[in-house]
């Protein structure tokens, strides 16, 4: 099994990024997915959830109206949308499906 972020970057505040995140090795499509983010020394925060046919989302208070999660199950990957980006936004985001996790790719907002 893997996942396999990718689009982090740095960014200037109100800013926008794309992560995505390609699995293989399980039935990407019988699974939900999720993007967490984490800060060292904190435990990941759940940033936003799909489920499997994507048919229905959810968000952190903190990034709803922001952040776009949205999936792919002919290309097994999932997506996160970053819009208006904060330097409170700053953070490893991970990729999450069943009890998988990805390795992780660095979100930095600043000027």
């Known amino acids: 099994v893997q996942l396999v972020e990718s689009g982090g970057g740095l960014v200037q505040p109100g800013g926008s990024l794309r992560l995505s995140c390609a699995a293989s090795?399980?039935?990407?499509?019988?699974?939900?997915m999720s993007w967490y983010r984490q800060v060292p020394g904190k435990e990941r925060e759940l940033v936003a959830y799909?489920?499997?046919?994507?048919?229905?989302?959810d968000y952190a208070d903190s990034v709803k109206d922001r952040f776009t999660i949205s999936r792919d199950n002919a290309k097994n990957t999932v997506y996160l949308q970053m819009n208006s980006l904060k330097p409170e936004d700053k953070d490893v985001y991970y990729c999450?499906?069943?009890?998988?996790w990805g390795q992780g790719t660095q979100v930095t907002v600043a000027t």
């Open positions: 999450k499906g069943y009890t998988f």
């Open positions: 799909i489920t499997s046919a994507g048919g229905s989302t």
């Open positions: 090795g399980f039935t990407f499509r019988n699974y939900a």
